[in-house]
């Protein structure tokens, strides 16, 4: 949800602290903070809103320092608010950054105050850096201080912590939080994500569950959670400082189809506390919001609009929620009439939509009471005017033909189906396979992935048509539209798609030798009759190619080519069916020499009507 870097250096750290900031903007943010150690004594800005108005403060009121720690925060516990911004100091002599979320603050918040301890903020985080403070009082030993302090935190974390008393030391700390150790030469840096160091290193140790980092200039020392010194690898990272480079790929739109493994995880990191989903990762409040909506309205455009199609199916099927999709341009404009307490749900990769966002202002006007966006533009307009919001954190995307995007939608959707849905009819059992699912995602994916050259080849079946069908059955027929979306929009072959149930209702007319047929066969109840539908193509000449569960029969057909997919859980089994759809939308642009990054007519983002 948030955002940390860290550094102790020989050199003033300022500068990198507030570039590692912008680099972890797409993580989502309401205010950022830094602090610095400075003749011992510490200095601290804080500002409420862009990173950028961080910096423009600190140009006016310069601060330097060789060591210090920031950091952007999205408001879990109290609003957005400046007092409410980290980093948090006690008595002056303490500070820390945050991320994760920290249960039993209650308690400790109230054992403090009556020690003493005063707080300014209303955050769980807050309750850290003064118990860090009270410990040190009795002990003397920072790092001791910080042991005793994690041992009494129930919950997950990430922290970096400085001292005045301590000048020459930065501590890291992580449980069920990612926090990564950079080693520079002749010093040290901690973030909560490698893209925010990698101006300055491309060496890593990544900290485990348990882990106390006592990091010094010249020294580093790693604690396990059973308080034994231990020694972990330095990795080196194949990645560069410019995160919108191709690097090893022809295109973008390649590129961003092989970071979804890492982007899912990135949507799923720190929401979940004891593998058990944390409402907080949608915002400030969102349990009272979820505990008083009675149904779900999805609004969304293009990409978006499919992912949302999907969700319906979940919410509806998983948990028994009410849910309506609709484009947002048609929303807006037929005087629809909105359920009670219905949750706004607006999707967007850019957050700039100007459709989706006219629509999210109409349902305001017509009464809606909340809203949640979905978005990867964490200083959007669309991100702004929602009650809430789930970052999806895939990072940039360059390319204007959605990957990365739409299956980080679709992961996000699904964690606000285990919300809501937990509060419907979705029960214990079942929320905890959903995420055992979600967790098993990336893995599944990197496992579709090595199906590459076998669809580059597939792609040839399609070098010379010019129209081609998309079948699925249920949670897949959205992905089979989304499918025949990506073909048009990058190869500018005309295709569509059809829920197979449809075949004989008209599609059907115009099967023949010259119209390849994709159709989607995941391993569910709807097998069967999607079946039938392929043997009516079959019948009638019709060239099939079918992405299927490795499980089943193979068709002995010589009109069918099968693609066989890893098995998945059904529960997410339209994410994965999405990424052979992509490779073969890309290798058949590569064979049309379309412009497979920016095609024609179109734009990344649709900020007009």
């Not at 310069?62 to 400046?82: L, N």
């Not at 798609?497 to 010259?514: C, F």
């Not at 119209?515 to 391993?523: C, G, I, R, S, Y």
């Not at 073969?584 to 649709?606: E, F, M």
Request: with cysteine.
């Amino acid at each position: 949800m948030c955002g940390i870097v860290g550094g102790i250096a020989q050199r003033n750290i300022v500068p990198i602290l507030i570039e590692g900031l912008k680099r972890l903007e797409y993580r989502g943010y309401d205010s950022a903070g830094i602090a610095v150690i400075n003749n011992q004594s510490i200095c601290r800005k804080r500002e409420l809103g862009k990173v950028k108005g961080l910096e423009d403060l600190i140009k006016h009121e310069p601060i330097t320092g060789t060591i210090g720690i920031a950091h952007t925060r999205w408001a879990t516990h109290g609003k957005p608010s400046t007092d409410n911004a980290h980093p948090h100091v006690s008595r002056d002599k303490i500070a820390v950054v945050h991320n994760g979320i920290i249960e039993n603050h209650e308690n400790l918040r109230s054992s403090l105050k009556i020690s003493g301890f005063e707080f300014t903020s209303e955050t769980d985080s807050e309750v850290i850096v003064h118990q860090i403070s009270s410990a040190l009082e009795d002990t003397g030993d920072f790092l001791k201080a910080v042991k005793q302090t994690v041992k009494k935190l129930e919950g997950a974390y990430s922290l970096g912590i400085v001292s005045t008393e301590h000048p020459d030391t930065l501590i890291a700390c992580r449980k069920g939080s990612p926090l990564v150790i950079g080693v520079g030469i002749g010093e040290y840096f901690i973030a909560s994500d490698v893209a925010a160091l990698l101006p300055v290193t491309q060496r890593f140790i990544f900290l485990e569950d348990g882990d106390i980092a006592d990091i010094k200039v010249d020294e580093l020392m790693i604690y396990d959670e059973n308080d034994q010194l231990i020694s972990r690898p330095v990795i080196e990272s194949n990645l560069t400082s410019d995160s919108v480079s191709k690097g090893q790929y022809r295109h973008y739109m390649l590129k961003e189809i092989y970071e979804q493994p890492f982007a899912i995880s990135q949507t799923l990191e720190g929401r979940f506390i004891n593998n058990r989903l944390s409402d907080s990762a949608f915002g400030f409040n969102a349990n009272e919001v979820f505990d008083n909506i009675k149904s779900v309205q999805i609004l969304a455009c293009g990409t978006s609009y499919h992912a949302g199609l999907v969700a319906r199916y979940w919410f509806e099927r998983l948990a028994r929620v009410p849910c309506n999709i609709e484009v947002a341009s048609e929303f807006r404009y037929r005087e629809p009439v909105l359920a009670a307490d219905s949750l706004i749900v607006t999707i967007s990769q850019s957050g700039e939509t100007a459709d989706t966002l006219a629509a999210l202002q109409e349902a305001k006007k017509l009464g809606a009471k909340y809203s949640l966006a979905i978005c990867n533009g964490p200083e959007s307009s669309l991100v702004r005017e929602s009650d809430l919001v789930l970052m999806t954190r895939a990072g940039p995307e360059i390319g204007v033909a959605s990957t990365k995007a739409f299956t980080t939608q679709l992961t996000a959707l699904m964690l606000l189906v285990i919300a809501i849905g937990r509060r419907f009819q979705l029960t214990e059992v079942m929320e905890a396979k959903i995420t055992s699912a979600l967790f098993r995602l990336p893995r599944k994916i990197e496992a579709v992935l090595k199906l590459d050259k076998e669809i580059e080849t597939l792609a040839e079946q399609f070098a010379e048509k010019q129209h081609a069908l998309f079948l699925g059955r249920g949670s897949h027929y959205p992905i089979a539209m989304e499918g025949a979306l990506k073909l048009k929009e990058i190869s500018y072959i005309h295709a569509e798609a059809y829920p197979a149930g449809e075949l004989k209702h008209g599609p059907l007319a115009l099967i023949d030798s010259d119209m390849p047929v994709v159709t989607v066969a995941p391993n569910n109840k709807l097998l069967e009759k999607l079946k039938s539908n392929i043997q009516e193509v079959s019948a009638r000449g019709g060239q099939l190619i079918v992405f299927m569960d490795e499980t089943l029969v193979n068709s002995a057909d010589d009109n069918v080519t099968i693609i066989k997919i890893p098995e998945v859980e059904n529960e997410v089994s339209p994410i994965v069916y999405t990424i052979p759809l992509q490779l073969l939308s890309y290798y058949v642009a590569i064979l049309k020499g379309t412009d497979v990054d920016q095609p024609r007519n179109l734009a990344k983002s649709v900020t007009v009507e």
